[in-house]
């Protein structure tokens, strides 16, 4: 069983469409993450939550919203889809907030024509 | 604030040559120190990682790394690299009492035969 997932893994769609990516762990950890990796292989924060709630909000364009519905879950949905959103979004978890080292997935190439 | 310097964007280096991949970090609290390997279209597995104890890391796949904290720097070290460690090197940090990674901009090691 893989221990970060991500769907889908590959997403192809036209500026202005609204879409979701979707991550679950089975770890058992209390805090998620959501990092995007740009073209130049450059990783950044966008969010992280524990047990649910959210902590950090990384001056990301309220187009993205995450949510999510229980401590092994972590959405992504990001609206009006612009080009510069091209990136690979990868989800993360740890044990607890400033625990440890991260768990990461195998990441979502999301691709806006 | 925490962040992380890879002087290096490439590395290219001969089979079963030694490599050391460079990272500084800057820091006024103590820190927590990671290494991260990604293969192509994959996601991010750590290699090893420094949260106390012995300066000395040692981690998968023959790699270790020393912490030294007069110079801030935590560089990645392997004796004899192979081809299958052609991949992209990321150095992390976090500062006690900080929840997330921050990532430097990546090292490309490029192992040819």
């Known amino acids: 069983d893989t221990a970060v997932s991500q769907t889908p893994k590959y997403l192809v769609t036209q500026m202005g469409n609204d879409k979701s990516i979707k991550c679950e762990q089975n770890?058992?950890?209390?805090?998620m993450y959501w990092y995007k990796q740009d073209s130049k292989k450059f990783l950044k924060i966008m969010f992280s939550y524990n047990n649910k709630e959210l902590i950090i909000n990384e001056t990301v364009p309220n187009r993205f919203s995450p949510k999510s519905p229980d401590k092994a879950h972590l959405n992504l949905h990001i609206n009006s889809l612009e080009l510069g959103d091209s990136a690979v979004y990868f989800c993360?978890?740890?044990?607890?907030?400033?625990?440890?080292?991260?768990?990461f997935g195998e990441g979502s190439r999301l691709t806006v024509l | 604030a925490q962040s992380v310097t890879q002087l290096d964007s490439q590395v290219p280096v001969f089979e079963e040559a030694p490599v050391e991949l460079r990272c500084n970090y800057s820091s006024s609290v103590s820190v927590y120190l990671f290494w991260y390997v990604q293969y192509p279209n994959q996601g991010l597995q750590l290699l090893l990682k420094?949260?106390?104890?012995?300066?000395l890391v040692k981690g998968i796949n023959g790699f270790e790394a020393e912490f030294n904290k007069s110079q801030t720097s935590f560089h990645l070290r392997k004796p004899s690299v192979h081809i299958s460690d052609t991949a992209e090197y990321f150095c992390a940090v976090r500062n006690s009492g900080y929840s997330t990674l921050t990532f430097g901009k990546g090292t490309m090691l490029l192992v040819s035969p």
């Open positions: 420094y949260l106390s104890g012995s300066t």
């Open positions: 993360a978890s740890s044990p607890r907030q400033g625990i440890g080292e991260l768990f």
């Open positions: 770890l058992g950890h209390d805090t």
